[in-house]
T-cell receptor, first 108, second 114 residues
């Protein structure tokens, strides 16, 4: 079983739409959680950390459910520039575990 | 500018010819790590280092070596590359701490072994 599993998508949505997806992780002792964004096989870049209380960063909302071991990301009012692959990342004891990514394409 | 620099960006080599991919960071980070990314598999950790002279295996260390003689540099060595090591490689660094959010990635190295 993979340590972090994500729906690969692709999610193809029109501009202005809301899109949401999540990932699950297997290690219940995981300590910190992130969403990274990756464009066209370039380097991953931190989008946001994820906290149990839920957190927002502009149009992006992340949630963590430790009991069910899943993490979600919601994008409101999608922009063309949001088209990317979103990586769910879980940290345990200096080791980052990555999901394979969820591809989002926003169309005009 | 704070960054992680990898070289080369692209490399095509032949089976068995030793190569080194360099990684350097200018942020005085303690933690450095190497990953490979293959389609459908996500990034997988090869080796990591928590400080100078301290390295440890990740999930897929076979066929790779690393060294951490200086804080800023963490080269990845392929002693005898094979075609199954064809991949996209990323180096990353972090100040350290189990909850650190500041992982910075290099731009990647596309390696093809023929």
């Amino acid at each position: 079983r993979k340590e972090v599993e994500q729906d690969p998508g692709p999610f193809n949505v029109p501009e202005g739409a809301t899109v949401a997806f999540n990932c699950t992780y297997s290690n219940s002792a995981s300590q910190s959680f992130f969403w990274y964004r990756q464009d066209c096989r370039k380097e991953p870049k931190l989008l946001m950390s994820v906290y149990s209380s839920g957190n927002e960063d502009g149009r992006f909302t992340a949630q963590l459910n430790r009991a069910s071991q899943y993490i979600s990301l919601l994008i409101r009012d999608s922009k063309l520039s949001d088209s990317a692959t979103y990586l769910c990342v879980v940290n345990y004891d200096y080791k980052l575990s990555f999901g394979a990514g969820t591809t989002v394409t926003v169309r005009a | 500018e704070a960054q992680v620099t990898q070289n080369p960006r692209y490399l095509i080599t032949v089976t068995g010819k030793k190569l080194t991919v360099t990684c350097s960071q200018n942020m005085n980070h303690e933690y450095m790590s190497w990953y490979r990314q293959d389609p459908g598999l996500g990034l997988r950790q090869i080796y990591y280092s928590m400080n100078v002279e301290v390295t440890d295996k990740g999930d897929v260390p076979e066929g790779y070596k690393v060294s951490r003689k200086e804080k800023r540099n963490f080269p990845l060595i392929l002693e005898s590359p094979s075609p199954n090591q064809t991949s996209l490689y990323f180096c990353a660094s972090s100040p350290g701490g189990t909850s650190s959010r500041s992982y910075t990635f290099g731009s990647g190295t596309r390696l093809t072994v023929v």
